[in-house]
T-cell receptor, first 114, second 113 residues
Framework: ETGVTQTPRHLVMGMTNKKSLKCEQH?????MYWYKQSAKKPLELMFV???????ENNSVPSRFSPECPNSSHLFLHLHTLQPEDSALYLC????FGGGNNEQFFGPGTRLTVL | RKEVEQDPGPFNVPEGATVAFNCTYS??????FFWYRQDCRKEPKLLMS???SGNEDGRFTAQLNRASQYISLLIRDSKLSDSATYLC??????????????FGRGTQLTVWP
């Protein structure tokens, strides 16, 4: 069982809705990540937080808004999404300075935008 | 050019077979290398790190060729439970910068009885 949890596991939303994805890590890590995984495409890094500070925004549209209130929690706020945003959204954590940067993934939120 | 390239497969092999996956990466400054495994509709999980001298973990052997920027994974005596997608992953960052992982598309393996 992974030490990274995500809720909800499944989400269906309309283009005008606002929703949030939640991630929590129980591993004592200091870095957290959001990834997007679409069918037949590699994992795409969206955001990186290191010690609660956002260190990377990989050209993600503003309809995705991350929030990291502390080193254990990470949110992804969603608003006015498009159908092409339907994908599996994965959260991961790692220990910065821990050597090989092994990342531990949560189970993901499968998002469908209607 | 993609950061990490893999043959997407699918590879369909019988139980007991030996199967090899290959991967190439574009950035010669890459520092760390991994194979992750992703089961259908599940999250990726680290299978093994890949070291310069090559390394083995049970039925799994990983090799790295820095000169050719090439990584491989060999699975011997395949089991039904090995059916999954295998992701080649590299880390380009050095030293004090936060490690960023680059993922390949994955190679799909199905082991049949």
């Amino acid at each position: 069982e992974t030490g990274v949890t995500q809720t909800p596991r499944h989400l269906v939303m309309g283009m005008t809705n606002k929703k949030s994805l939640k991630c929590e890590q129980h591993l004592g890590h200091n870095a957290m990540y959001w990834y997007k995984q679409s069918a037949k495409k590699p994992l795409e890094l969206m955001f990186v937080y290191n010690f609660k500070e956002q260190t990377e925004n990989n050209s993600v549209p503003s309809r995705f808004s991350p929030e990291c209130p502390n080193s254990s929690h990470l949110f992804l706020h969603l608003h006015t999404l498009q159908p092409e945003d339907s994908a599996l959204y994965l959260c991961a954590s790692s220990q910065f300075g821990g050597g090989n940067n092994e990342q531990f993934f949560g189970p993901g939120t499968r998002l469908t935008v209607l | 050019r993609k950061e990490v390239e893999q043959d997407p497969g699918p590879f369909n092999v019988p139980e007991g077979a030996t199967v090899a996956f290959n991967c190439t990466y574009s950035n010669s400054a890459s520092q760390s290398f991994f194979w992750y495994r992703q089961d259908c509709r599940k999250e990726p999980k680290l299978l093994m790190s890949v070291y310069s001298s090559g390394n083995e973990d049970g039925r799994f052997t990983a090799q790295l060729n820095r000169a050719s920027q090439y990584i491989s994974l060999l699975i011997r005596d395949s089991k039904l439970s090995d059916s999954a997608t295998y992701l080649c992953v590299v880390n380009h960052d050095r030293g004090s910068t936060l490690g960023r992982l680059y993922f390949g598309r994955g190679t799909q393996l199905t082991v049949w009885p």
